[in-house]
């Protein structure tokens, strides 16, 4: 039995919506609670012996279908979060780095992104990426397309996984939040050989403590990526 590894973290944020509605709040109130919630979780792992990479769900390229007054809420907070979280990514070492369709984001969210991203290459302790816009479906298919532009008649796995959007590792261990058991078009490429967990946890509920609990959960796990 191989020991697991666990180098690349990936968490499905979900049920921000039901967190609110249990409290009475707007459905804005658990984005804004959730958006919260991923500092300590990225804190956590910048602290963690093995977790190099952790991505985060945080938008898709299915919540353009959210009411209007709910996507350009998501945008502000997006915007605010960056401009929050600057301190945190410096003091913590923390590399920000962004995949996903970002052209369709306005020119200074985009800018934002751009220039966080500049200011934190140099952090080596973790990355935090945050998908946006993004769908895994759409990153394979436009990566197979650059190949084809690039002059490839035969692609192989090795030309996909190395031209991706996303070069990082495999995700070792992906995590969905709010009871949901779905995958919902994130990292379809990159999650051949993961491991899951889902927790009934509300995204706004859930702790580095709980995200401590189930990683020791996934220690005792044994992965054999297709052997015995
Ligand atoms: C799903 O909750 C959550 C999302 C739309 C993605 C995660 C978004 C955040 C954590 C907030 C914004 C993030 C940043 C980085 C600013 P839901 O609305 O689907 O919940 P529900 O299923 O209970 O309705």
Same mark, same amino acid.
Request: cysteine-free; charged content about 25%.
């Given at each position: 039995m191989n020991s697991l590894p666990l180098k690349h973290l990936a968490i499905i944020m979900d049920g921000n919506g039901r967190w609110a509605k249990e409290r009475g709040l707007k459905r804005v109130k658990g984005h804004e609670k959730g958006a919260e919630m991923i500092r300590g979780i990225t804190t956590y792992c910048a602290t963690h012996?093995?977790?190099?990479t952790v991505t985060f =769900?945080?938008?898709?390229?299915? !919540?353009?279908?959210?009411p209007k007054m709910e996507v350009e809420f998501l945008m502000k907070l997006l915007d605010r979060y960056l401009q929050n979280e600057l301190d945190t990514y410096q003091e913590h070492g923390v590399r920000f780095q962004a995949i996903g369709n970002?052209? &369709?984001?306005s020119t200074a969210l985009q800018k934002r992104i751009k220039k966080t991203e500049e200011l934190t290459? !140099?952090?080596?302790k973790l990355t935090q990426v945050l998908a946006l816009n993004y769908g895994g479906r759409a990153e394979i298919t436009d990566t197979v397309n650059r190949l084809i532009k690039e002059g490839k008649t035969e692609i192989t796995e090795e030309d996909i996984s190395s031209h991706l &959007?996303?070069? =990082?590792?495999?995700?070792?261990f992906l995590i969905r939040t709010s009871g949901e058991e779905r995958i919902? !078009?994130?990292l379809l490429w990159q999650i051949s050989y993961a491991e899951f967990y889902f927790t009934p946890t509300l995204w706004p509920d859930f702790t580095p403590d709980e995200l401590d609990t189930i990683l020791t959960d996934y220690k005792q796990r044994a992965r054999r990526f297709g052997g015995v």
């Open positions: 012996e093995t977790i190099e =769900y945080a938008f898709s390229t299915e !919540n353009w279908k959210r970002l052209s &369709q984001f290459r !140099n952090n080596t &959007q996303t070069p =990082y590792s495999d995700i070792d919902s !078009n994130f």
